[in-house]
């Protein structure tokens, strides 16, 4: 089943505004930690021959520092601004498909960002899948915590319609395979290209 395009959208997209978008060539991935934006978008950036980046990982080779450290010296305010300039940079470019942290959509100028220069892809997962795919992990900031769920839960109720906002594209990350997961949203987004 194909993602619904612009779900949850009230405003439609102008012919110019969508024209100035995919001129950049620029796709954007978004959606919760652990809904799949690096692991995925490395394969989709390989069968669109689109140049992938990490938002996560530009900052840290940018900085020298990890996004843990930068959270805990700067707190989430400073990272918030770091990763505002680093979007900005990226999103410069052309022809690059961009892993954007869980946390981007929070501030407007990232939203901003995010609908005037790229494709918006919404990998929507919820929070039990999330769960799983992070049970073991241990470098999120936001993550240190004893109540997971309740961490996520609130993060979802936050965010999501923040995803839902800005998304072009909203694809359900299921529990599928790395590689059909990819082409099944590369078809996806040829459908949201070739339509009338």
Same mark, same amino acid.
């Given at each position: 089943?194909?993602?619904?395009?612009?779900?949850?959208?009230?405003?439609?997209?102008?012919?110019?505004?969508?024209?100035?978008?995919? &001129?950049?060539?620029?796709?954007?991935?978004?959606?919760?930690?652990?809904?799949?934006?690096?692991?995925?978008?490395?394969?989709?950036? !390989?069968?669109?021959?689109?140049?992938?980046?990490?938002?996560?990982?530009?900052?840290?080779?940018?900085?020298?520092?990890?996004?843990?450290?930068?959270?805990?010296?700067?707190?989430?305010?400073?990272?918030?601004?770091?990763?505002?300039?680093?979007?900005?940079?990226?999103?410069?470019?052309?022809?690059?498909?961009? &892993?954007?942290?869980?946390?981007?959509?929070?501030?407007?100028?990232?939203?901003?960002?995010?609908?005037?220069?790229?494709?918006?892809?919404?990998?929507?997962?919820?929070?039990?899948?999330?769960?799983?795919?992070?049970?073991?992990?241990?470098?999120?900031?936001?993550?240190?915590?004893?109540?997971?769920?309740?961490?996520?839960?609130?993060?979802? &109720?936050?965010?999501?319609?923040?995803?839902?906002?800005?998304?072009?594209?909203?694809?359900? &990350?299921?529990?599928?395979?790395?590689?059909?997961?990819?082409?099944?949203?590369?078809?996806?987004?040829?459908?949201?290209? !070739?339509?009338?």
């Amino acid at each position: 089943m194909l993602p619904k395009f612009r779900a949850g959208c009230t405003q439609p997209l102008s012919k110019a505004h969508d024209a100035m978008k995919a &001129a950049s060539g620029n796709i954007f991935l978004i959606g919760p930690m652990g809904s799949g934006k690096t692991t995925i978008g490395q394969r989709l950036a !390989n069968l669109l021959g689109l140049h992938f980046l990490d938002c996560d990982h530009e900052l840290e080779a940018h900085t020298g520092a990890s996004v843990s450290l930068i959270f805990e010296i700067e707190g989430e305010q400073g990272f918030r601004e770091r990763e505002s300039r680093m979007l900005d940079e990226l999103s410069a470019r052309k022809g690059v498909l961009i &892993a954007t942290g869980g946390g981007t959509v929070i501030r407007p100028e990232n939203r901003k960002i995010l609908r005037e220069r790229g494709l918006v892809v919404y990998l929507k997962t919820p929070v039990s899948q999330q769960i799983k795919r992070l049970r073991r992990d241990k470098s999120r900031p936001l993550l240190q915590t004893d109540d997971r769920k309740e961490k996520l839960l609130r993060l979802a &109720a936050e965010r999501d319609p923040l995803y839902a906002s800005v998304a072009d594209i909203e694809f359900p &990350a299921r529990n599928r395979s790395l590689d059909v997961a990819a082409e099944k949203l590369a078809e996806a987004i040829r459908e949201y290209g !070739n339509r009338p």
